[in-house]
């Protein structure tokens, strides 16, 4: 069964620290392309970063760029996300998704999510 | 912040058929193929149509997708209680940032 599996959300105060990792099973991790999206409380869905198969192409949102910073371990199946210097804003859900490709991109399969709260 | 727009919500008796616009410009859907994604209250979005029209295995026909210039479309047809979610559009933006973007969600009220 594909699967994964988001971890590392939790509270952190303004200005803290925070690494999300997400932990891939039942698929060929290391042929995909990964991203991470995020969804605030009662709102739509962000996306926020990409990562290429084998990390030579990475992209972030302009909302996040400069604080976070999106990884890979292809020996391990997992995804991460570093987030420095969280905010306010930064309150939400975030989910990690695999990249399907043919002719367009799309997101799928998405993890379970795991909530970061940002709040003094 | 959601550059794709989609209308709030639409609502319709069981049985019957919506359908949900999803309005870009040429450096998103005019120039990239179109995702939809059905998001049940409490869980994580899924994937009901990529490029543009293609349902992957599991989604029944009743879903659809369209795409014309810069806008795409999706259709529900015989509307059932289990599709009372939110639905997002997706694309990607051929501009600088080259990123990932999502249309503002549609409510589907069955009524």
């Known amino acids: 069964e594909v699967q994964l599996v988001e971890s590392g959300g939790g509270l952190v105060k303004p200005g803290g620290s925070l690494r999300l990792s997400c932990a891939a099973s039942?698929?060929?991790?290391?042929?995909?392309?990964m991203n991470w999206v995020r969804q605030a409380p009662g709102k739509g869905l962000e996306w926020v970063s990409s990562?290429?198969?084998?990390?030579?192409?990475?992209y972030y949102a302009d909302s996040v760029k400069g604080r976070f910073t999106i990884s890979r371990d292809n020996a391990k199946n997992s995804l991460y996300l570093q987030m420095n210097s969280l905010r306010a804003e930064d309150t939400a859900v975030y989910y990690c998704?695999?990249?399907?490709?043919?002719?367009?991109?799309?997101?799928?399969?998405w993890g379970q999510g795991t909530l970061v709260t940002v709040s003094s | 912040q959601s550059v794709l727009t989609q209308p709030p919500s639409v609502s319709a008796a069981p049985g019957q058929k919506v359908t949900i616009s999803c309005s870009g410009s040429?450096?998103?859907?005019?120039?990239?193929?179109v995702s939809w994604y059905q998001q049940l209250p409490g869980t994580a979005p899924k994937l009901l149509i990529y490029?543009?029209?293609k349902r992957p295995s599991g989604i029944p026909d009743r879903f659809s997708g369209s795409k014309s210039g810069t806008s795409a479309t999706l259709g529900i047809t015989g509307l059932q209680t289990g599709d009372e979610a939110d639905y997002y559009c997706?694309?990607?933006?051929?501009?600088?940032?080259?990123?990932?973007?999502f249309g503002t969600g549609t409510k589907v009220t069955v009524l």
């Open positions: 997706g694309t990607w933006d051929s501009s600088l940032s080259a990123g990932g973007v």
């Open positions: 490029d543009n029209n």
């Open positions: 998704a695999s990249e399907g490709y043919t002719k367009g991109r799309w997101f799928d399969p």
């Open positions: 990562i290429s198969s084998s990390s030579s192409y990475i």
């Open positions: 039942g698929f060929t991790f290391s042929s995909y392309s």
């Open positions: 040429s450096s998103n859907i005019g120039n990239n193929y």
